[in-house]
């Protein structure tokens, strides 16, 4: 299972634009990359999920390079309720692997 | 999560006590899995299983034992419950198809 690093913490205020990118150099060919947000006290919530290239959904988006061996959350004009952990898991749950969660990125937005 | 419902919520033990979590979905999901989460550190995989009669260790299994009864239930034992096993446990769900995890609301142990 690729092995991902990601900022610990980022500090950003309301309104703008924040991007967590995260480091995943021995992607395999199969590997999905998928974002999870989690609140204090509750378990993660599903944000986005991506192969390659850009993926949008109505709360973020995903950007791939071509190599794929990182990847960019882009969360367009924050607000303080976005304040949370957010985890990039790689990897297929297949043939006995596992989703491993790091410690994820501590985003705190200021007003 | 409301599909994925873990009881109880909370829990206060004490030491050698034999205690069971429970974990029942509603989202048909083939995949259950137990993680543990300590403050201010991501979640670390105690055990999952693929099927019924499916069972496979984590990362931190030790201490802990799980039950899948049926698809919708997956449980985890203490056998004799420790204090550094306070922590707050996550079940999740996922199916094949897209593999994203459903969690439920979680379960805060504590251990005496």
């Known amino acids: 299972l690729a092995k991902t690093t990601q900022p610990i913490s980022m500090d950003s205020y309301e309104g703008q634009e924040v991007n967590i990118t995260c480091s995943h150099n021995?992607?395999?060919?199969?590997?999905?990359i998928t974002w999870y947000q989690q609140f204090p006290s509750q378990g993660p919530r599903f944000i986005i999920q991506?192969?390659?290239t850009k993926v949008t959904n109505e709360v973020a988006s995903l950007f791939i390079p071509a190599d794929r061996k990182s990847s960019t959350l882009s969360l367009p004009r924050v607000s303080l309720s976005d304040t949370a952990v957010y985890y990039c898991?790689?990897?297929?749950?297949?043939?006995?692997?596992?989703?491993?969660f790091g410690p994820g990125t501590r985003l705190s937005v200021l007003p | 999560d409301a599909d994925v419902t873990q009881t109880p919520r909370n829990r206060i033990t004490k030491t050698g006590k034999r205690i069971m979590l429970e974990c029942s979905q509603t989202?048909?999901?083939?995949?259950m899995y137990w993680y543990r989460q300590d403050p201010g550190l991501g979640l670390r995989l105690i055990y999952y299983s693929f099927d019924v009669k499916d069972i496979n260790k984590g990362e931190i299994s030790d201490g802990y034992s799980v039950s899948r009864q049926a698809q919708a239930k997956f449980s985890l034992s203490l056998e004799s419950a420790i204090p550094n096993q306070t922590a707050l446990y996550f079940c999740?769900?996922?199916?094949?198809?897209?593999?994203?995890?459903?969690f439920g609301s979680g379960t805060q142990l504590s251990v005496l």
């Open positions: 898991l790689v990897g297929r749950d297949n043939y006995g692997q596992n989703f491993v």
């Open positions: 991506g192969y390659k």
């Open positions: 999740a769900t996922s199916d094949s198809l897209t593999e994203k995890l459903f």
């Open positions: 989202k048909g999901h083939d995949r």
């Open positions: 021995n992607i395999a060919t199969n590997d999905y």
